[in-house]
C-alpha cells in the first residue's frame, strides 16, 4: 500500500500502546484518564503480559506481593487481597484481570494481534503503526510496553522438531494442565523458570531429568500464608510503603543495608549469612552494601552457599554439579526456590552435567549426549528469551528519514533514561534496555517510566510541540553513566541474557543502569525539572493537526 492509501485506511488515535503486560495497562489507564484516546495492542488473548503466557506448573514471582502490584491507585490496593507473601502465577494473573475489570481497560485493548510495523511520518508527525491483521492506526505518540521478557528463545540444539514426544515451552505454556503421572521428564534449562519446573514436575513425574548446562545461584524463598493482620497493616500503610520503593535501589519495601561486608567480623559476617538464609526472600542479597561490587566479598558470599548445597544434597557428585562456579554470586539473576536442591535427593530424579556430558541433539524419542540417550515422554525447555531488546526489534520500527531501530542498535541498545532513542520522535518505551529493568521491580519501574512520559506529553501539549526526541549528546551522556556503572559491576562477569550473551550473534554487554531505583527515578525527575532541556522539540503551527484528540 502506497503511503497516502495507509494515511486514508488508518483509524485515528492520540496514543498506542503496545502490550497488556504490568507497563502497558498503566499507560492505557494513565492516559486515558487524561483525557486521550488510547488504543492498545496485544499479541495474547487477554492482559497480564508475562503471567499470561507463563503457566508453567510452580510459575511464581520471587518479588513479595506487597512490592509486586501497583501502587497507583488506592481503591486495587485496599480491594485486593493478596493470600502469600510471594504469589504464584494464577494468582497475579487473576490481580491483573481485576486490574483490568476494574478500572474497564479491557475495551482499549485490541488482543491477539501483533504489531508488525511501526513507521514514524515526519511530515505528519505521528507514528503509523500496522499489525498483522492489516489495520493501520496512526497516532502522534507510541509508547512501546512490550516487556524485557517477551520473546521466547528455543535452545541451539539439532533435532527439536523430530521429537514425537510432548514438547512444551515454559514461556508459553498450554491453558490446560499437563498431567505428569507415570511420564518420564526432561527438563532443558536451570535458570528462575527451570528452577520452578524441576522442583515442582520433579515430585509428580515418573522420572526426571534435568539437563544443565550453568548451574544457578538460587535461595530459599520461604513462601508463607499471609496473616489478617499483616494484610490489615500493609493496608493501612500503604502509601509509606510505595514512597519507601521510590527510594530504595530495588523499588521494593524491603530495606537495603549500606553496610560493606568487610565492615563487620568474620563471625557476624556469617551470623549475618546465616540469618539472610534462614529468612528466605531475597534478604540475602540486601544484607551487605558491596555484594555486586567487591569480588573478594562476593567469593565468600558464593562459598557460604556453596556449603548449604553441600549440606542438602545426599550425593556429593550431584551436590558439586550444582554448585556454581566461576562466576560472582548474583551476577546471574538469582532464583528463590521451594526444596529445589532437595529435589535431586529424589531417586528418580536425574541430573545431567551438560558441562560434562554436553548434549548432542533432540532425537525422535529423547535426548542423546554424548555419554548416551535419554528416552524422554516429554521435553520442556525452559531455555530463557531474546531479553530486553528481543520484542522491540521483532518487528520493523523507523524513525525520522526512515532510520530502522535494527540499525541503530546493531551494536547494541542505546536511549535516554531508558525511556526516548535519538532519531525515534514520540516513541517511548517502558522498562526499556538501558534503565534498570530486571535488576528491580518492574511495576516500580513502569509507574514511573508512564509517569514521566504522561508529564512530558503534558507538557508538549501545553507548548503546543507534536514532537520530542532526545538530542545525540542527552542520549550519549545518558549512555556513559550507565556504560560507566557497569564498568564496575560485577553482574557483566557472567554470561546470562542480563548481558546478551544467551543469543548467538547478539550484541554483549551490560547496557541497563546498574545504579539502583532510586538513583534512576531521580535522574528521571532531574531531566523533567529542568524543563526537558536534553530534548529537541518541534511543532507549534501544526499542533492542532497532529494532535486532534487530546
Ligand atoms: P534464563 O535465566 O535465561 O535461563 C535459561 C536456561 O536455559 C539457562 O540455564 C541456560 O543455560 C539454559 N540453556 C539455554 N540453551 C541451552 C542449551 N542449548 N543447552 C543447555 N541449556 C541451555 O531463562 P529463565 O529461566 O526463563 O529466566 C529468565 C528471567 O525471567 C529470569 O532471570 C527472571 O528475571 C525472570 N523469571 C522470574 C521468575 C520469578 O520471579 N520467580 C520466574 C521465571 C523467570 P546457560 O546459562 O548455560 O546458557
Known sequence: MTEARMAEAATRRDVVVVGAGFGGMYAVYKFREMGHDVAGIEAGGNVGGVWYWNRYPGARCDLMSVDYSYGFHEGIQQEWTWSEQFAAQPEILAYANFVADRLDLRKHFQFETRV?????DEHAQLWRVTTDRGEVIEAPFCIMSTGPLSIPKDPEIEGIERFKGQLLRAQKWPHEPVDFAGKRVGVIGTGSSGVQIIQTVGRQAEALYVYQRTPSWTLPMRNHDLTPDYIDEMKRHYPELRQAMRMNPTG??????????????????????????????????????????NQEANDQVADFVREKIEGIVDDPQTAEALKPRGYPIFARRPCLDTEYYETYNL????????????????????ILTESGEVELDVLIFATGYDALTGALLAFDVRGRDGRRLKDKWKGGPSSYLGMMIEGFPNLFTTCGPNGPAALANIITISENDVDWIASLITHMKEHGLTSAEPSADAENSWMEIVHALAAKSLVRKAQTWWVGSNVKGKP?????????????????????????????????EKFDEAYAHG
Open 347 to 366: 531417586p528418580h530424579v536425574h541430573l545431567k552435567d551438560c558441562l560434562k556430558d554436553p548434549i548432542v541433539e533432540i532425537t525422535e524419542k529423547g
Open 508 to 540: 554483549t554487554g551490560l547496557t541497563m543502569f546498574v545504579g539502583g531505583f532510586n538513583k534512576y527515578r531521580e535522574y528521571c525527575d532531574a531531566a523533567a525539572a529542568t524543563g526537558y532541556a536534553d530534548l529537541q522539540f518541534a511543532g507549534v
Open 252 to 293: 521494593g519495601t524491603r530495606p537495603v543495608s549500606t553496610r560493606p561486608f568487610f565492615s563487620l567480623p568474620p563471625s557476624q559476617r556469617r551470623d549475618v549469612m546465616e540469618h539472610a538464609w534462614q529468612d528466605g526472600g531475597h534478604t540475602f542479597l540486601a544484607c551487605f552494601s558491596d555484594l555486586l561490587l
Open 116 to 120: 508488525t510495523s511501526a513507521i514514524w
